[in-house]
């Protein structure tokens, strides 16, 4: 069974950075395709940022530029770097595993492709 708990979040002023983390169950991280989704009060969930065990990664449009996503297998822990934060990155933050080793790299991520998930953490964008 893959656990995953997420970890960081937090309140941050506009321009701000944060780094999120995923603790997972062992191997999981260098095993399998990692996402980080998000999802604002009223909104669907989306989409942040994937990678897979050869640490090829995508990223929502919205992102591109401005968070990174990065993964520690020895730790089994999945980062999600945020610079430039702006009140629209309000949100909670998921982590997620997928059950196969490759992410789709070629349109933005979904959580229809994740099977396993954490139970989030906030990350709260001040203007």
């Known amino acids: 069974q893959v656990q995953l708990v997420e970890s960081g979040g937090g309140s941050v002023q506009s321009g701000g950075s944060l780094t999120l983390s995923c603790k997972a169950s062992a191997y999981t991280v260098s095993r399998y395709c990692m996402g980080w989704f998000r999802q604002a009060p009223g909104k669907e969930r989306e989409g942040v940022a994937v990678?897979?065990?050869?640490?090829?990664?995508n990223y929502a449009d919205s992102v591109k530029g401005r968070f990174t996503i990065s993964q520690h297998n020895a730790k089994d822990t999945l980062y999600l770097q945020m610079n430039s934060l702006a009140p629209g990155d309000t949100a909670m933050y998921y982590c997620a595993a997928a059950d196969g080793s490759w992410c789709i790299l070629s349109r933005e991520p979904r959580d229809a492709d994740f099977r396993y998930w954490g139970q989030g953490t906030q990350v709260t964008v001040s203007s």
């Open positions: 990678i897979d065990r050869l640490s090829r990664k």
